[in-house]
Structure formats: C-alpha cells, structure tokens
C-alpha cells in the first residue's frame, strides 16, 4: 500500500473523524463527547477533559483546513464558544475537567494550558473566527508567562493550586514543556509573530540539549531547580501519567518537533538531534519479535513496559515522513510504511475508524473502550497532516 501518498493519508483522516463526528458534538451541554467504545457507542456523556476539547478543536481545525467543509469549521466553532465559556475561570485558568458543565477539577495543569494555547492557534492559523481567537493566543501567553513560567529556568511549573495561585507543585516535567513548544511553534505559524518561536527554540534546546542524559536521551521528570529526578516513580513503570524511563515516543514526538523548528529556523543541529532521537528509539525500544514500539526503557536499556500505545506510533510515523524528506534518507521511509504496515494490521480499526489506545506485548487490546476522555485520535489525524506536509517538499 502506498502509504505516503495524499489519497492514502487523506482518506485515513478522514475515516478517524467520521468515527467521532457528529455523534461527539453535545448539542444540550456544549463542548464535546469525548468517550467512545470501539463500535462508536457513547461510554460517557457527561466528562469533559480540557484536553479532549481542546484535541476536537484541533482534529476539526485540521479536517476544514484539508477537506474544505463548512460542518468542520463550525464542529471547531462549537468546541471554541465552550473552551472560552465553560472551561475558562474568572481568574484566566481553565477547569481540568468538568461533569456536564459543572466543574469537577479545577486543578491547573501546564499540559491543559499548553493545549488550550494550542487549540486557538490552530483555529487561528485555519481562519476559523481568526481574529477573536488570535487575541486569544495572546491571552493566553500572558496568561503562562504570568503564573507559569520560570524566567530562571526559561521553563514552565507543571501544576499550581490554590484560589491565589499560591500552591507550586516542586515537580517539574519535560511533557507539559514539550506540548507548549508544540503550541508555540502553532501561534509562530499562526501569527508570525517571533516571540513564540524564540520562546519555542529555547524550550527545545533547554530539553534536548542541555538537559539531556548521555548527549541524547530526554529524561521525562526533575526536581524544582530542573535537575534529574531519578527516583520519581521509579516503582510506578506503568503510570499513566508520567511513568519511570525514558518514553520513546516523546523522543520521536521531539524529533518531529525539532524539524517543524527547522522548517523556520533552518540550523543543522535541529536535524541531527532528530535523527540521533529517532535512531535511539528505533534501536531499544522496536519489537523484534512481534512488531512495534514499547512504552518504556531504563537507563540500562531494559525494556520496563511492553505495551505498545497508539501515540507512540503516530509520533513514529510524523517523524519519518519528516526524516525522510528533509535528508533524503531512504530508510526513514522503510520505518514509516514499516510503521503504518503495523498500524493498519493492529492498531486501525478499519471496520469503525480511528485508533485502539493501547495493546499488550503480543498486539492484542485489554478492552473495547477506544476513546477515554482526552484521547481524540488527535495523535494519528496530527501525523498524517504532517506527513501531509512534507509530501509536498
């Protein structure tokens, strides 16, 4: 199958959204229904993770941009009136999570900020109520330069309470920094405007030069002065959050990232870290014997989780379309059909659309609930936009 062509890619996305729309969009509460069963059964009406609203916006962002339909946009603009309306606070943070449109927690997580920035750019750089949101990305900045970012550090705290921003989480994570240069590098794109992609730059360099272990490995968790926390969570590999070992898919979700810099900033070392982030990956943590890529691995290289989730692999497959066109190398593209190969047979349900979440060590799935509340198939519609993209290099 020619899986890097324009019809192969379209027609995937397409089939991933026709999954969730229209039966996400709650037309009595606002927002989205994020949870779904493998069949496309609604497993929960009610939850509504800031994430997950902010991942629709982007999946419908993306499919007007791509398919020009008029019922995308408007799935965006729906998704945008509740963002701004039920998730947004008084106090300029927006709810974790909400039952119905009732808060359920308020806590305020950078990862939920780096997506709410995320989701007006996107909306934004598609011309989807352009100005308003556009405003919106800068509200939001401030927002983050304000409460959340360590001028010190020249990165942002992951977690704050209390009703006067007065409780800091001491835990520091490279994840949520990783997300807001994902965004950031969206309102550079959005509004060419250079402060977000110097902002971008220096959160990568910080993370996948100056902090990394062994010149190239991205370690996930530090203390409040961003040193290496190597204890955290050391008995807890299978966290859902923020398990211990390095996670190979932020290396191939970095590498992806690295090359969009480039795209706008075109110095060599962006290119090279890439290739050495993918190759690492590749090496330790592809499964040999049944396909795909483990969770997890340890600094001595042992494989800690054998799962196999449906991010890691899009992030695989952005990044070797993104290899492969910008150093003309032949074998990333050997990895991104390798890749979809695996996707298609185990992780594409190609009866209903869109991805199963998460399968164990022989490939199969622990349950048939393919969507919990943040889930979107944001992930694979994001990875064959960009492969998207850099078919036309």
């Not at 106090?91 to 997506?115: E, L, N, P």
């Not at 480039?262 to 982030?277: G, M, P, Q, T, V």
């Not at 090496?283 to 042992?302: A, L, V």
Request: aromatic content about 20%; glycine content about 4%; hydrophobic content about 35%.
């Amino acid at each position: 199958m020619a899986f890097f062509s324009e019809k192969f890619l379209l027609d995937h996305i397409y089939k991933i959204i026709n999954f969730y729309y229209p039966k996400c969009i709650d037309k009595k509460y606002g927002g989205y229904i994020n949870q779904f069963y493998d069949d496309g059964e609604i497993a929960d009406y009610d939850t509504k993770h800031i994430v997950g609203t902010c991942r629709f916006i982007y999946n419908f962002s993306t499919c007007y941009n791509l398919f020009k339909n008029n019922d995308f946009a408007e799935a965006a603009k729906h998704g945008l009136k509740f963002l701004y309306n039920k998730h947004k606070r008084k106090d300029g943070s927006y709810i974790w999570v909400m039952d119905k449109d009732q808060i359920s927690d308020k806590t305020r997580h950078c990862y939920g900020m780096a997506f709410v920035l995320l989701a007006y750019a996107i909306a934004t750089k598609y011309k989807i109520e352009e100005e308003d949101n556009k405003n919106k990305i800068y509200e939001t900045y401030n927002f983050l330069e304000n409460y959340f970012f360590e001028k010190k550090f020249g990165m942002y705290v992951d977690v704050i309470d209390g009703d006067n921003f007065n409780t800091i989480d001491s835990y520091r994570g490279q994840n949520a920094n990783m997300h807001l240069c994902e965004a950031l590098l969206c309102c550079y794109e959005a509004t060419r405007d250079t402060i977000f992609l110097k902002r971008a730059k220096n959160i990568a360099n910080k993370i996948c030069n100056d902090l990394t272990y062994k010149d190239n490995y991205v370690w996930e968790h530090y203390n409040e002065n961003w040193e290496h926390d190597w204890e955290y969570n050391i008995n807890d590999p299978k966290h859902l959050f923020r398990p211990y070992g390095f996670l190979p898919g932020h290396f191939f979700e970095w590498a992806k990232l690295l090359m969009n810099i480039y795209r706008h900033d075109n110095e060599n070392w962006l290119i090279k870290k890439s290739e050495a982030l993918f190759d690492i990956s590749i090496t330790n943590s592809w499964d040999k014997k049944n396909g795909g890529i483990f969770y997890t691995f340890d600094r001595e290289k042992k494989i800690l989780d054998t799962d196999k989730y449906y991010w890691v692999h899009s992030e695989m497959i952005a990044a070797a379309a993104g290899l492969h066109k910008l150093t003309n190398n032949t074998m990333y593209l050997e990895w991104y059909d390798k890749c979809w190969e695996y996707v298609i047979q185990n992780f594409s349900d190609e009866k209903y659309g869109g991805w199963y979440r998460v399968l164990n060590v022989k490939n199969e799935k622990y349950d048939n609930y393919k969507s919990p509340p943040a889930k979107t198939d944001y992930h694979p519609i994001a990875a064959c936009s960009e492969a998207l993209l850099y078919l036309k290099f």
